[in-house]
């Protein structure tokens, strides 16, 4: 059984925080800004994926150990900061795969791999994703029912409310990327699109 008091508090609790700009929701915006929704979607179903094993392993105490061994959380952050500041710098360059050219379009020769890692290696990576879901879960988790149907529901709102949130971000950055792209501001939308990424890699690696 489900208590439907609690997931009828968690819906909007949840919205409010994914709607919040953070690493994810910028990476998508850039990400969309720069090669489109339809590929940054794989980023997406990484960051996705990520979030899920966060929110599930929170719950059933996998948690406990991490947050016992804060070295695991450095070594991941640092890998992941260390690629997206890579990235980033080349964006920034006009260079990379994720770079736009005006002889040349990205969406050709991206890795789908690739953006796949970058939102999952985000989502694993973020420490304050972890404390959140540490400390948001356990209170919506009624002890008198089954846990296992009620972290599925769980789950599935916060996969949900998280893949709206990034869409309208995606698509909020693929407006503006149209809007300089049509002006031929092909040079400062790499820049900008850089300095994002810029931004979520030091975002990564000093939280």
């Known amino acids: 059984m489900l208590d439907f008091t609690l997931l009828g508090l968690f819906i909007p609790t949840f919205f409010v925080v994914s709607i919040t700009p953070g690493m994810c929701m910028t990476l998508a915006m850039t990400l969309g800004m720069s090669i489109g929704i339809r590929n940054t979607l794989w980023m997406m179903w990484g ?3 990520g979030v899920a094993i966060v929110a599930i392993a929170s719950v059933i105490g996998v948690s406990s150990i991490m947050l016992q061994l804060p070295q695991l959380f ?3 952050k640092f890998i992941g900061a260390g690629y997206l500041l890579y990235v980033g710098i080349n964006m920034w360059r006009s260079k990379g ?3 736009i050219s005006l002889h040349h379009d990205p969406r ?5 791999r690739s953006l796949f890692n970058q939102g ?3 989502a694993i990576a973020n420490p304050k994703g972890w404390a959140f879901m540490i400390s948001l879960l356990p209170p919506f988790i009624n002890e008198d029912y089954a846990l296992t149907p009620q972290l599925t529901m769980l789950v599935a709102i916060i996969l949900l409310s998280e893949f709206t949130c990034m869409m309208l971000y995606a698509t909020g950055g693929k407006t503006i ?3 300089l792209t049509q002006q031929s501001n092909v040079q400062l939308l790499n820049r900008v699109s850089g300095t994002l990424m810029i931004m979520v890699a030091i975002w990564l690696a000093v939280s």
Do not use: Q, Y
Request: positive net charge.
């Open 47 to 49: 960051e996705l994926l």
């Open 74 to 76: 450095a070594v991941l």
């Open 97 to 99: 795969k994720l770079a």
């Open 108 to 112: 050709t020769s991206i890795s789908k």
């Open 120 to 122: 999952l290696f985000t």
């Open 177 to 179: 990327g149209k809007l």
